[in-house]
């Protein structure tokens, strides 16, 4: 069994407008921004992180806001729930929260977990969960949410697939996950190489409809590793198992390789190296516009057409 997959490194998903998506995550769920710059591909768009006050992975959820993209199918092939860890309690906190902001929100439990069920702005499907372990981590903290009630980072990510098998090989062979639970037609996955954002869920679904990106859809989920040289080491597995994989790619706070699993969603696996430090102090972390060089010299001209927030 593999041990150096470190659970999740962060999920990325597309969202309609940039200043609600802002909102939404910094003010209304008190997560850090924790990185503002622009999509490598598209610098005329952002792309954001936010997170908990270091920019720990396995907080960290990033963003790609389209203006007036279309709203996207959660489905088949994607990550279509993201569950983040809260403490025990705090519910009657977020219901009223969400509530506040016409956010409906439905209790359930999974696995032996309370959780609560809600949609953001663009219909990204999101879970606060009560996880059975006790998780330490120290939440990011704002004005309008104390300790006791703040998200302290990601508990799972569940995958919505027509069949299980091919996928949970990957996850068992190839990331170390083992299978933990099964109840009708969910599968629960988990590595004991971390103790938090170390959960996979995949709900198998034969009439789901086809996933399809857009607004309020996951795009990827990233799993982290130490440092390059293991990346490598994943890269080779990955390979071997018959799987097409990028080359290594410098994302500037960390380095990252893609792979479409089997069951179609796409996989990252990305670095702890070098963080999100490596541009600005951790005092001041998301609060300037940060480019990658290549754009540097357009600056300027980026942010003319970047949207106010
Ligand atoms: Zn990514």
Do not use: C
Not at 5 to 25: D, E, R
Not at 53 to 81: C, D, L, R, Y
Not at 247 to 263: A, H, N, T, V, W
């Amino acid at each position: 069994m593999h041990k150096d997959i470190l659970g999740l490194h962060h999920v990325t998903a597309i969202s309609n407008n940039a200043k609600k998506n802002h909102q939404f995550y910094t003010e209304v769920l008190g997560l850090r921004m924790v990185k503002k710059t622009v999509n490598f591909d598209d610098p005329s768009t952002y792309h954001f992180y936010f997170g908990d006050e270091q920019g720990s992975p396995g907080s960290i959820i990033t963003f790609f806001p389209w203006e007036g993209i279309g709203k996207g199918i959660n489905g088949v092939g994607m990550a279509t729930h993201t569950g983040y860890s809260v403490p025990e309690g705090s519910f009657e906190f977020w219901k009223e929260r969400l509530s506040k902001e016409g956010i409906t929100s439905s209790e359930s439990e999974i696995f032996g977990e309370k959780v609560l069920s809600f949609n953001d702005p663009d219909g990204m499907q999101l879970q606060l969960i009560i996880p059975n372990k006790i998780d330490s981590r120290e939440p990011w903290i704002t004005n309008s949410i104390s300790p006791e009630f703040a998200i302290r980072g990601f508990h799972n990510v569940t995958l919505t697939l027509r069949s299980a098998d091919a996928t949970s090989k990957v996850l068992t062979d190839i990331l170390g996950y083992s299978l933990k639970e099964q109840k009708g037609n969910r599968y629960r996955f988990e590595t004991d190489t971390i103790d938090t954002a170390n959960i996979i869920d995949i709900i198998e679904d034969e009439n789901a409809p086809v996933g399809r990106n857009a607004a309020g859809t996951n795009h990827h989920i990233a799993f982290r590793v130490k440092n390059d040289d293991v990346l490598m080491e994943v890269r080779e597995r990955v390979v071997a198992a018959g799987l097409s994989i990028t080359p290594k790619i410098d994302r500037d706070y960390f380095f990252s390789l893609y792979f479409r699993e089997p069951g179609g969603v796409l996989f990252e696996v990305a670095t702890n190296n070098p963080g999100f430090t490596v541009d600005e102090p951790l005092e001041s972390l998301g609060s300037a516009l940060k480019l990658p060089t290549q754009y540097e010299n357009m600056r300027s001209k980026i942010e003319a057409v970047l949207p106010k927030l």
